[in-house]
């Protein structure tokens, strides 16, 4: 049996991947993996259950544990929604420092492995075309300037303190955390955020969310007339 098709898009810090993928997912009406969550959520119960950021087996045994159950848009471990609670920067931040982790990175392989199956997967990460699917139909390296990146998570921010009456951090504030995140994501040794030799890569930094859904989708199209010849 052949397995399902897979579309990764990688992609550094707030480059729309999450945006864009979920919208190829819901057009093709595939499944979607946000990788990046499965991070965040080893981050927040390592938070909640007082594991170092710096404890490699710790962490991997929490890796290992995580049961996440992912319906309607809405994100649920240990009975709780937590949907809003792996959004915050700060465990944005830590899950960037426990992804350097081997022993953390092997341990939530098979999971997100686990959610290939028909019609097929749409994955977003760092490094979905790279090591966790490298047999991708298609692959999409996601990027934009530091400037687009930066304005884009400071809007999201914007809306969000509005909505929870929090203050908003300062734009600049906003892009040096992402500065450190791409940093850390990009030098790490294991599974580096890097384009894979085959990926398309797309610079959305002038570009709308539907152009780039269009691009994408175009380029899956090519993808199977290629594989049908
Ligand atoms: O995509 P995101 O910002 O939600 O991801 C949070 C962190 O998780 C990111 O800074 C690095 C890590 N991550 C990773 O190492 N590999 C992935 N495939 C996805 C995320």
Do not use: C
């Not at 080893?42 to 710790?58: M, P, S, T």
């Not at 319906?71 to 649920?76: H, K, V, W």
């Not at 953390?104 to 994955?123: F, I, K, M, N, Y």
């Amino acid at each position: 049996m052949t397995a399902a098709p897979v579309i990764t898009v990688d992609g550094p810090t707030a480059s729309g991947k999450g945006t864009i993928a979920q919208r190829v997912a819901d057009s093709l009406r595939f499944h979607y993996l946000d990788s990046g969550a499965l991070y965040r959520l080893v981050a927040w119960r390592a938070l909640r259950d007082a594991v170092g950021a710096d404890d490699a087996d710790g962490l991997a045994h929490v890796a290992t544990a995580i049961k996440p159950r992912f319906s309607d848009g809405l994100i649920s471990m240990d009975g709780a929604d937590v949907t809003d609670a792996i959004r915050t920067e700060e465990v944005g931040q830590l899950a960037s420092k426990i992804a350097v982790f081997e022993s953390v990175r092997r341990a939530l392989l098979e999971l997100q492995r686990s959610r290939r199956s028909p019609p097929g997967l749409v994955a977003d990460g760092r490094d979905m075309g790279t090591v966790v699917f490298p047999d991708a139909q298609l692959k999409v390296f996601l990027t934009a300037s530091a400037f687009a990146r930066a304005e884009r998570r400071h809007n999201q921010l914007i809306a969000k303190g509005l909505s929870a009456n929090m203050p908003t951090p300062s734009q600049e504030h906003v892009r040096r955390e992402i500065h450190a995140r791409d940093e850390r994501d990009a030098q790490r040794t294991a599974s580096p955020l890097k384009a894979a030799e085959d990926a398309f890569r797309i610079d959305s930094s002038e570009l709308s969310v539907d152009e780039v859904v269009a691009l994408v989708l175009k380029w899956y199209a090519q993808s199977q007339e290629h594989a049908a010849r």
